[in-house]
């Protein structure tokens, strides 16, 4: 995945346009380097799934 191909599956999450984003395994460091510099970063949760890909959701509140 690309940068801007990371920002975009963000946007779309982040406006309910998507309900989810599975990352890849092999993905995954290059999607967190980019997910945790968002402003709302809190809001966004990765359940692991079993092989080691990530299901990302958005959150209405802020998790702790």
Known sequence: MSEREILEQLRLLRTREIDEISVLK?????FRAIL???????HFRGIARQGG???FHYLDTQRS
């Open 26 to 30: 092999e993905d995954f460091l290059a």
């Open 36 to 42: 945790v510099k968002q402003e709302d970063f809190k």
């Open 53 to 55: 890909d990530i299901l």
